[in-house]
């Protein structure tokens, strides 16, 4: 069997060598490799039929389902970029990403987009929609110059030769917050999605025989790595739309789960339940992202499954996966963020360049094949993150670009690297990434505050949550109440603030003559004597 050099090929080999094993699981129904491989060729050929161009962008808007993974794999595999977005996202931010991606297809149901037709108009490249369900009642066309197909229709194309593709052109844009302003979109090659499900499935040892559930968005890195390491390994992918942390545990015991990938607040909730007793029978091992795993959660968990092996890991999106603690490190390191993943090389580097020596802070530099394409129609931003590595780095003959994180961190005199903090003010709840800038523009676009400024305050179980002070319009009183209602209309939940302070007068000003957050939070914890 070749090596796998673009994202199709994931699947078409594991259809090919086990083309009657379960790929998905969803909602009690199974889809075969061979079933789900003659799904994609089909969207393929349906979008080649609306005259889709390499490199065109192919929005994914839907719950986690088969048409969400067959709307991915189906412009991959015809050549176009898939750009999944998050549904958990208000109107307005879809709405953003489809404007700034530039997408000429938008795949979704026709529930979305009835709460998205209004804006669409924003969305000037949009030429397609495609929308999943019964093709009875399609609705009216939402602006002049824009179809709508039901995916039905769509799958009974003729077949069509796809775009011609390397595996270092662009497959995806993952959207993500950056530090300013509203999400980032960032360019994933198909070489890097095959070289992250190569790394990852190899130190997991995923195989034909696992489960692995798909708890996390499909818009998230690590939660599209599921399927890319499931189809890499001819392992059987579970999607989960869950309400409840139970549902979740539920699951993993109907489905008979071997591997889960989750973060922090969803592993604390997990925590605290009666697990029911055959998960401990067949889970094989439970890997962490997107925050530290609290000592005593992990704890909690292998007591619960002391048969499965804890993989404690940190990544990125601009890098897609950076490193892991090995299960068997967990007891003696258990802070640890572990080493660089297979086929990855992470440098600990000063301000200047060079080397930082054992446990010396520096910034984590993430160099090799995993390592993104850059940032979605924002070269001034992919030129900060995204640099020549100096050869005193590395000791590297060529220059060659890596991802600066932005992240401080340590590394002992045995190479394991420790997560020190951000240097940027980025928030992180429940797994997420939220710009401060772009809660504070939410808040502006309500008409109702003056001036604003957010950051994040610590929580037990979410890691962070947004914390906001705000001032009075020039023309009355702050109706608090009124304010909260309009975000959480508009912000996804994770965003709303948790706490509202209201002061009056101007927030007080940095050097730069901006709003500065880190005063106004030192003195807000010390007026509630945290």
Request: aromatic share 6%; proline share 8%.
């Amino acid at each position: 069997m070749p090596t796998p050099v673009l994202l199709p090929d994931l699947l078409a080999q594991s259809a090919e060598r086990w083309p009657h094993a379960d790929a998905l699981r969803s909602d009690g129904c199974a889809i075969a490799y061979e079933t789900l491989q003659a799904a994609v060729t089909a969207h393929r050929d349906g979008l080649l039929g609306l005259e889709i161009g390499r490199a065109d962008r192919v929005a994914v808007w839907l719950d986690k389902s088969p048409e969400t993974v067959v709307a991915c794999f189906g412009a991959a595999a015809a050549g176009a970029v898939f750009v999944p977005v998050n549904p958990v996202l208000k109107p307005m931010q879809v709405a953003h990403v489809l404007a700034d991606s530039g997408a000429k297809v938008l795949v979704t149901s026709r529930q979305r987009l009835a709460l998205l037709a209004s804006m669409l108009g924003n969305c000037a490249a949009l030429r397609h929609i495609v929308l999943t369900g019964s093709a009875d009642g399609m609705p009216e066309v939402c602006r002049d110059g824009l179809a709508l197909h039901s995916w039905h229709a769509l799958a009974r194309s003729p077949a069509r030769v796809s775009h011609r593709v390397i595996d270092t052109d662009m497959a995806a844009i993952l959207y993500t917050s950056g530090s300013t302003g509203l999400p980032k979109g960032v360019v994933l090659s198909h070489r890097n999605l095959v070289a992250g499900a190569t790394s990852v499935s190899s130190y997991l040892e995923n195989h034909p025989g696992d489960t692995l559930l798909a708890a996390l968005p499909l818009s998230f890195d690590a939660g599209f790595s599921q399927l890319t390491t499931g189809f890499h390994s001819g392992a059987s992918v579970v999607l989960l739309n869950y309400l409840l942390p139970r549902d979740v545990l539920r699951s993993m015991d109907r489905e008979r789960v071997t591997g889960i990938t989750a973060v922090p607040p969803l592993y604390i909730q997990l925590a605290t339940l009666d697990w029911p007793p055959a998960i401990a029978q067949h889970l094989r091992y439970f890997a962490n992202t997107g925050g530290h795993m609290p000592r005593e959660t992990l704890a909690a968990l292998r007591r619960r499954v002391p048969q499965a092996r804890p993989f404690l890991m940190y990544g990125l999106t601009e890098a897609f996966r950076s490193t892991y603690l090995p299960p068997h490190e967990v007891d003696r390191r258990p802070d640890s963020i572990g080493k660089a993943i297979p086929n990855a090389e992470i440098l600990v580097l000063r301000e200047d360049g060079t080397p930082c020596a054992p446990n010396e802070p520096g910034e984590l530099v993430h160099r090799g094949a995993l390592v993104s394409m850059g940032y979605w129609n924002d070269p001034e931003r992919t030129a900060e993150r995204f640099r020549l590595l100096p050869a005193r780095a590395a000791g590297l003959p060529l220059p060659e670009t890596a991802v600066f994180s932005g992240d401080t961190v340590r590394m002992d005199s045995e190479g394991f690297l420790y997560f020190i903090g951000r240097r940027d003010e980025m928030i992180k709840s429940s797994g997420y990434r939220i710009s401060p800038t772009e809660v504070e523009e939410l808040l502006y676009d309500t008409g109702l505050v003056g001036e604003c400024a957010a950051w994040g305050v610590a929580h037990p179980t979410l890691g962070q949550v947004v914390h906001v002070v705000v001032t009075p319009a020039p023309d009355g009183a702050l109706d608090v109440e009124r304010l909260m209602t309009i975000c959480r209309s508009r912000m996804p939940a994770y965003m709303v603030p948790a706490h509202v302070d209201v002061k009056t007068g101007p927030l007080p000003r940095n050097a730069n003559g901006k709003i500065d957050r880190k005063a106004l939070a030192a003195s807000t914890e010390q007026s509630h004597g945290h």
